[in-house]
């Protein structure tokens, strides 16, 4: 782990640390294209890798023309094993930071600064997390999901003593103690919810900045259909629930994350 | 327990016995997931042979005809190796899914080597030779 974490004020211009921008999609082929190309012409100095699902599209191949490197993942593994093969690239290249920014144009480049600011707070942060709602922004999301959010929203606030507002955003900002955890262990499908508990219970922080996000841009969104998101409900709570009864390591600041699934074969 | 019943349990549960060891010995099933099914079939047979056992058991669970606490033994085993096939199911994916984050890692790694080495090639003639000898 490097003992850089706590000092590194970590402005983006600064040539000293690296950041890695990571874009999880899964058939985005229209969109793609205009996610790399925002990211380079607003964020040049990061490097961008995008995760291609297991896309039956030329997802990757309109990645890779548009400049960005390509991890091609042999079939779906859902939202989180994607962003999880982010974090491994970001831990085995040794990235100081890591922004998670979705595929289908959702998350607007030019907002990264905006969690990178943030970083400079009063408070040392390991993730900071893009809010829809921290302030009135203009995104409007579908009714099924947002009873959801508010629920997590809700719950996240009580157990982890601080106002969370928008527990479901994948626009995200991680550190490298961050990076090293969830390189080690990610939620599977939905992991943006049980990513922050995971975060708070390894004794690292989180903060949220008010951001603005577009409606989706093209493709079809993970959470279509009432029934998928009921799904959705009851698994991310009760991956809470027993979350919380689980027996974890709880490493002091600056150690490395513990490794979670350590059995063979 | 009906004598005719007896039978057929005992039948089955020799039958269900003999299977496992046969597939254990084809290698067509692992010692580790063949242990659960010997069990359940050797406490079946044993009940199924040992009525007073059986009778015993029965009148303990207050199941007032014996060969139904036979199928609720039955059922409990069932239940218990299916519960053994989630976790066992649920182990493989996060294996599977470790290989192909792996996977796509390596990959894009060597797409990277082979990039920086036709580079290399290109701009120094000498170095063309052995890549294109090593790309038979």
Known sequence: MAPAVETMPAPVSSARSSCLAVVPAYNEAGTIEGVVGALHSKTPQLDVVVIDDGSTDDTAARAQAAGARVLKLPFNLGIGGAVQAGFKYADDHDYDFMVQVDGDGQHDPGEISKLFAALDGPEQADMICGSRFATATGYIAPISRRTGIHVFAFLLSRLLHQPVTDPTSGFRLYNRRAISLFARDYPHDYPEVEAVLMLHHHRLTMREVPVQMYQRGGGVSSLNGSGKSFYYMVKVLLALFVGLGRRRAVPRPGEAAPVAADHGI | ?136
């Open chain 2, 1 to 136: 327990m009906e004598t005719r019943l007896q039978l057929v349990a005992i039948v089955g549960a020799i039958l269900l016995l003999l299977f496992v060891l046969e597939l254990v010995r084809r290698r067509a099933l692992m010692e580790r997931y063949a242990l659960l099914w010997l069990a359940s079939s050797v406490v079946i047979l044993a009940l199924a042979v040992w009525k007073d056992a059986l009778n015993g058991l029965a009148r303990q669970l207050g199941i007032l005809s014996a060969p139904n606490a036979l199928f609720f033994v039955a059922l409990g085993f069932v239940l218990l190796l299916l519960l053994h096939f989630s976790a066992a199911l649920s182990r493989l994916s996060d294996q599977s899914k470790v290989l192909a984050q792996r996977q796509a890692l390596l990959e894009q790694r060597l797409s990277e080597v082979e990039r920086e080495r036709a580079r290399a090639a290109g701009e120094d003639p000498r170095g063309l030779e052995p890549l294109l000898r090593s790309d038979h």
